[in-house]
């Protein structure tokens, strides 16, 4: 935990985060990797969700928001681009998915388990594969 807080993660509607250890494992091999190499600020929209804030904003039934293996993050400079990051985090090689959205990369990483190193962009109600993954 280099560049970031736990604060930042904390769920948007209540302000609880949890499974902090799948977070700071989120943040050690992907985020913070990804912030140095990019040399310049992440924001983290959205960390840890609770159940109920994760179905208000639509995530998906089995989110990783949920158990602290995901964020969505964005270059905190203005007109900065989405394909960067997403080429940053790649190049780094540790990420179990990334999801390249109009305003945001969704970025997830499985402490325990196999990562199963995906590249997608939201596309219409879909995902387009980026990768083979
Ligand atoms: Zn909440």
Not at 24 to 48: Q, T, Y
Not at 57 to 74: N, T
Request: hydrophobic content about 35%.
């Amino acid at each position: 935990m280099k560049y970031f807080k736990m604060e930042e993660f904390e769920c948007r509607c209540c302000g609880k985060v949890r499974f902090t250890e799948n977070i700071e494992a989120l943040v050690e091999n992907v985020l913070d990797p990804a912030r140095e190499k990019l040399g310049m600020a992440i924001s983290v929209n959205s960390g840890f969700r609770c159940p109920r804030h994760n179905a208000a904003v639509g995530g998906e039934p089995q989110s990783q928001h949920m158990v602290g293996e995901a964020a969505d993050i964005s270059p905190l400079k203005s007109g900065s681009k989405l394909e960067q990051l997403v080429t940053v985090i790649v190049e780094q090689g540790k990420y179990d998915q990334v999801i390249l959205y109009p305003t945001f990369v969704h970025v997830s990483w499985k402490k325990n388990g196999t990562n199963r190193r995906q590249i997608l962009k939201k596309s219409g109600n879909g995902y387009q594969r980026l990768s083979k993954g």
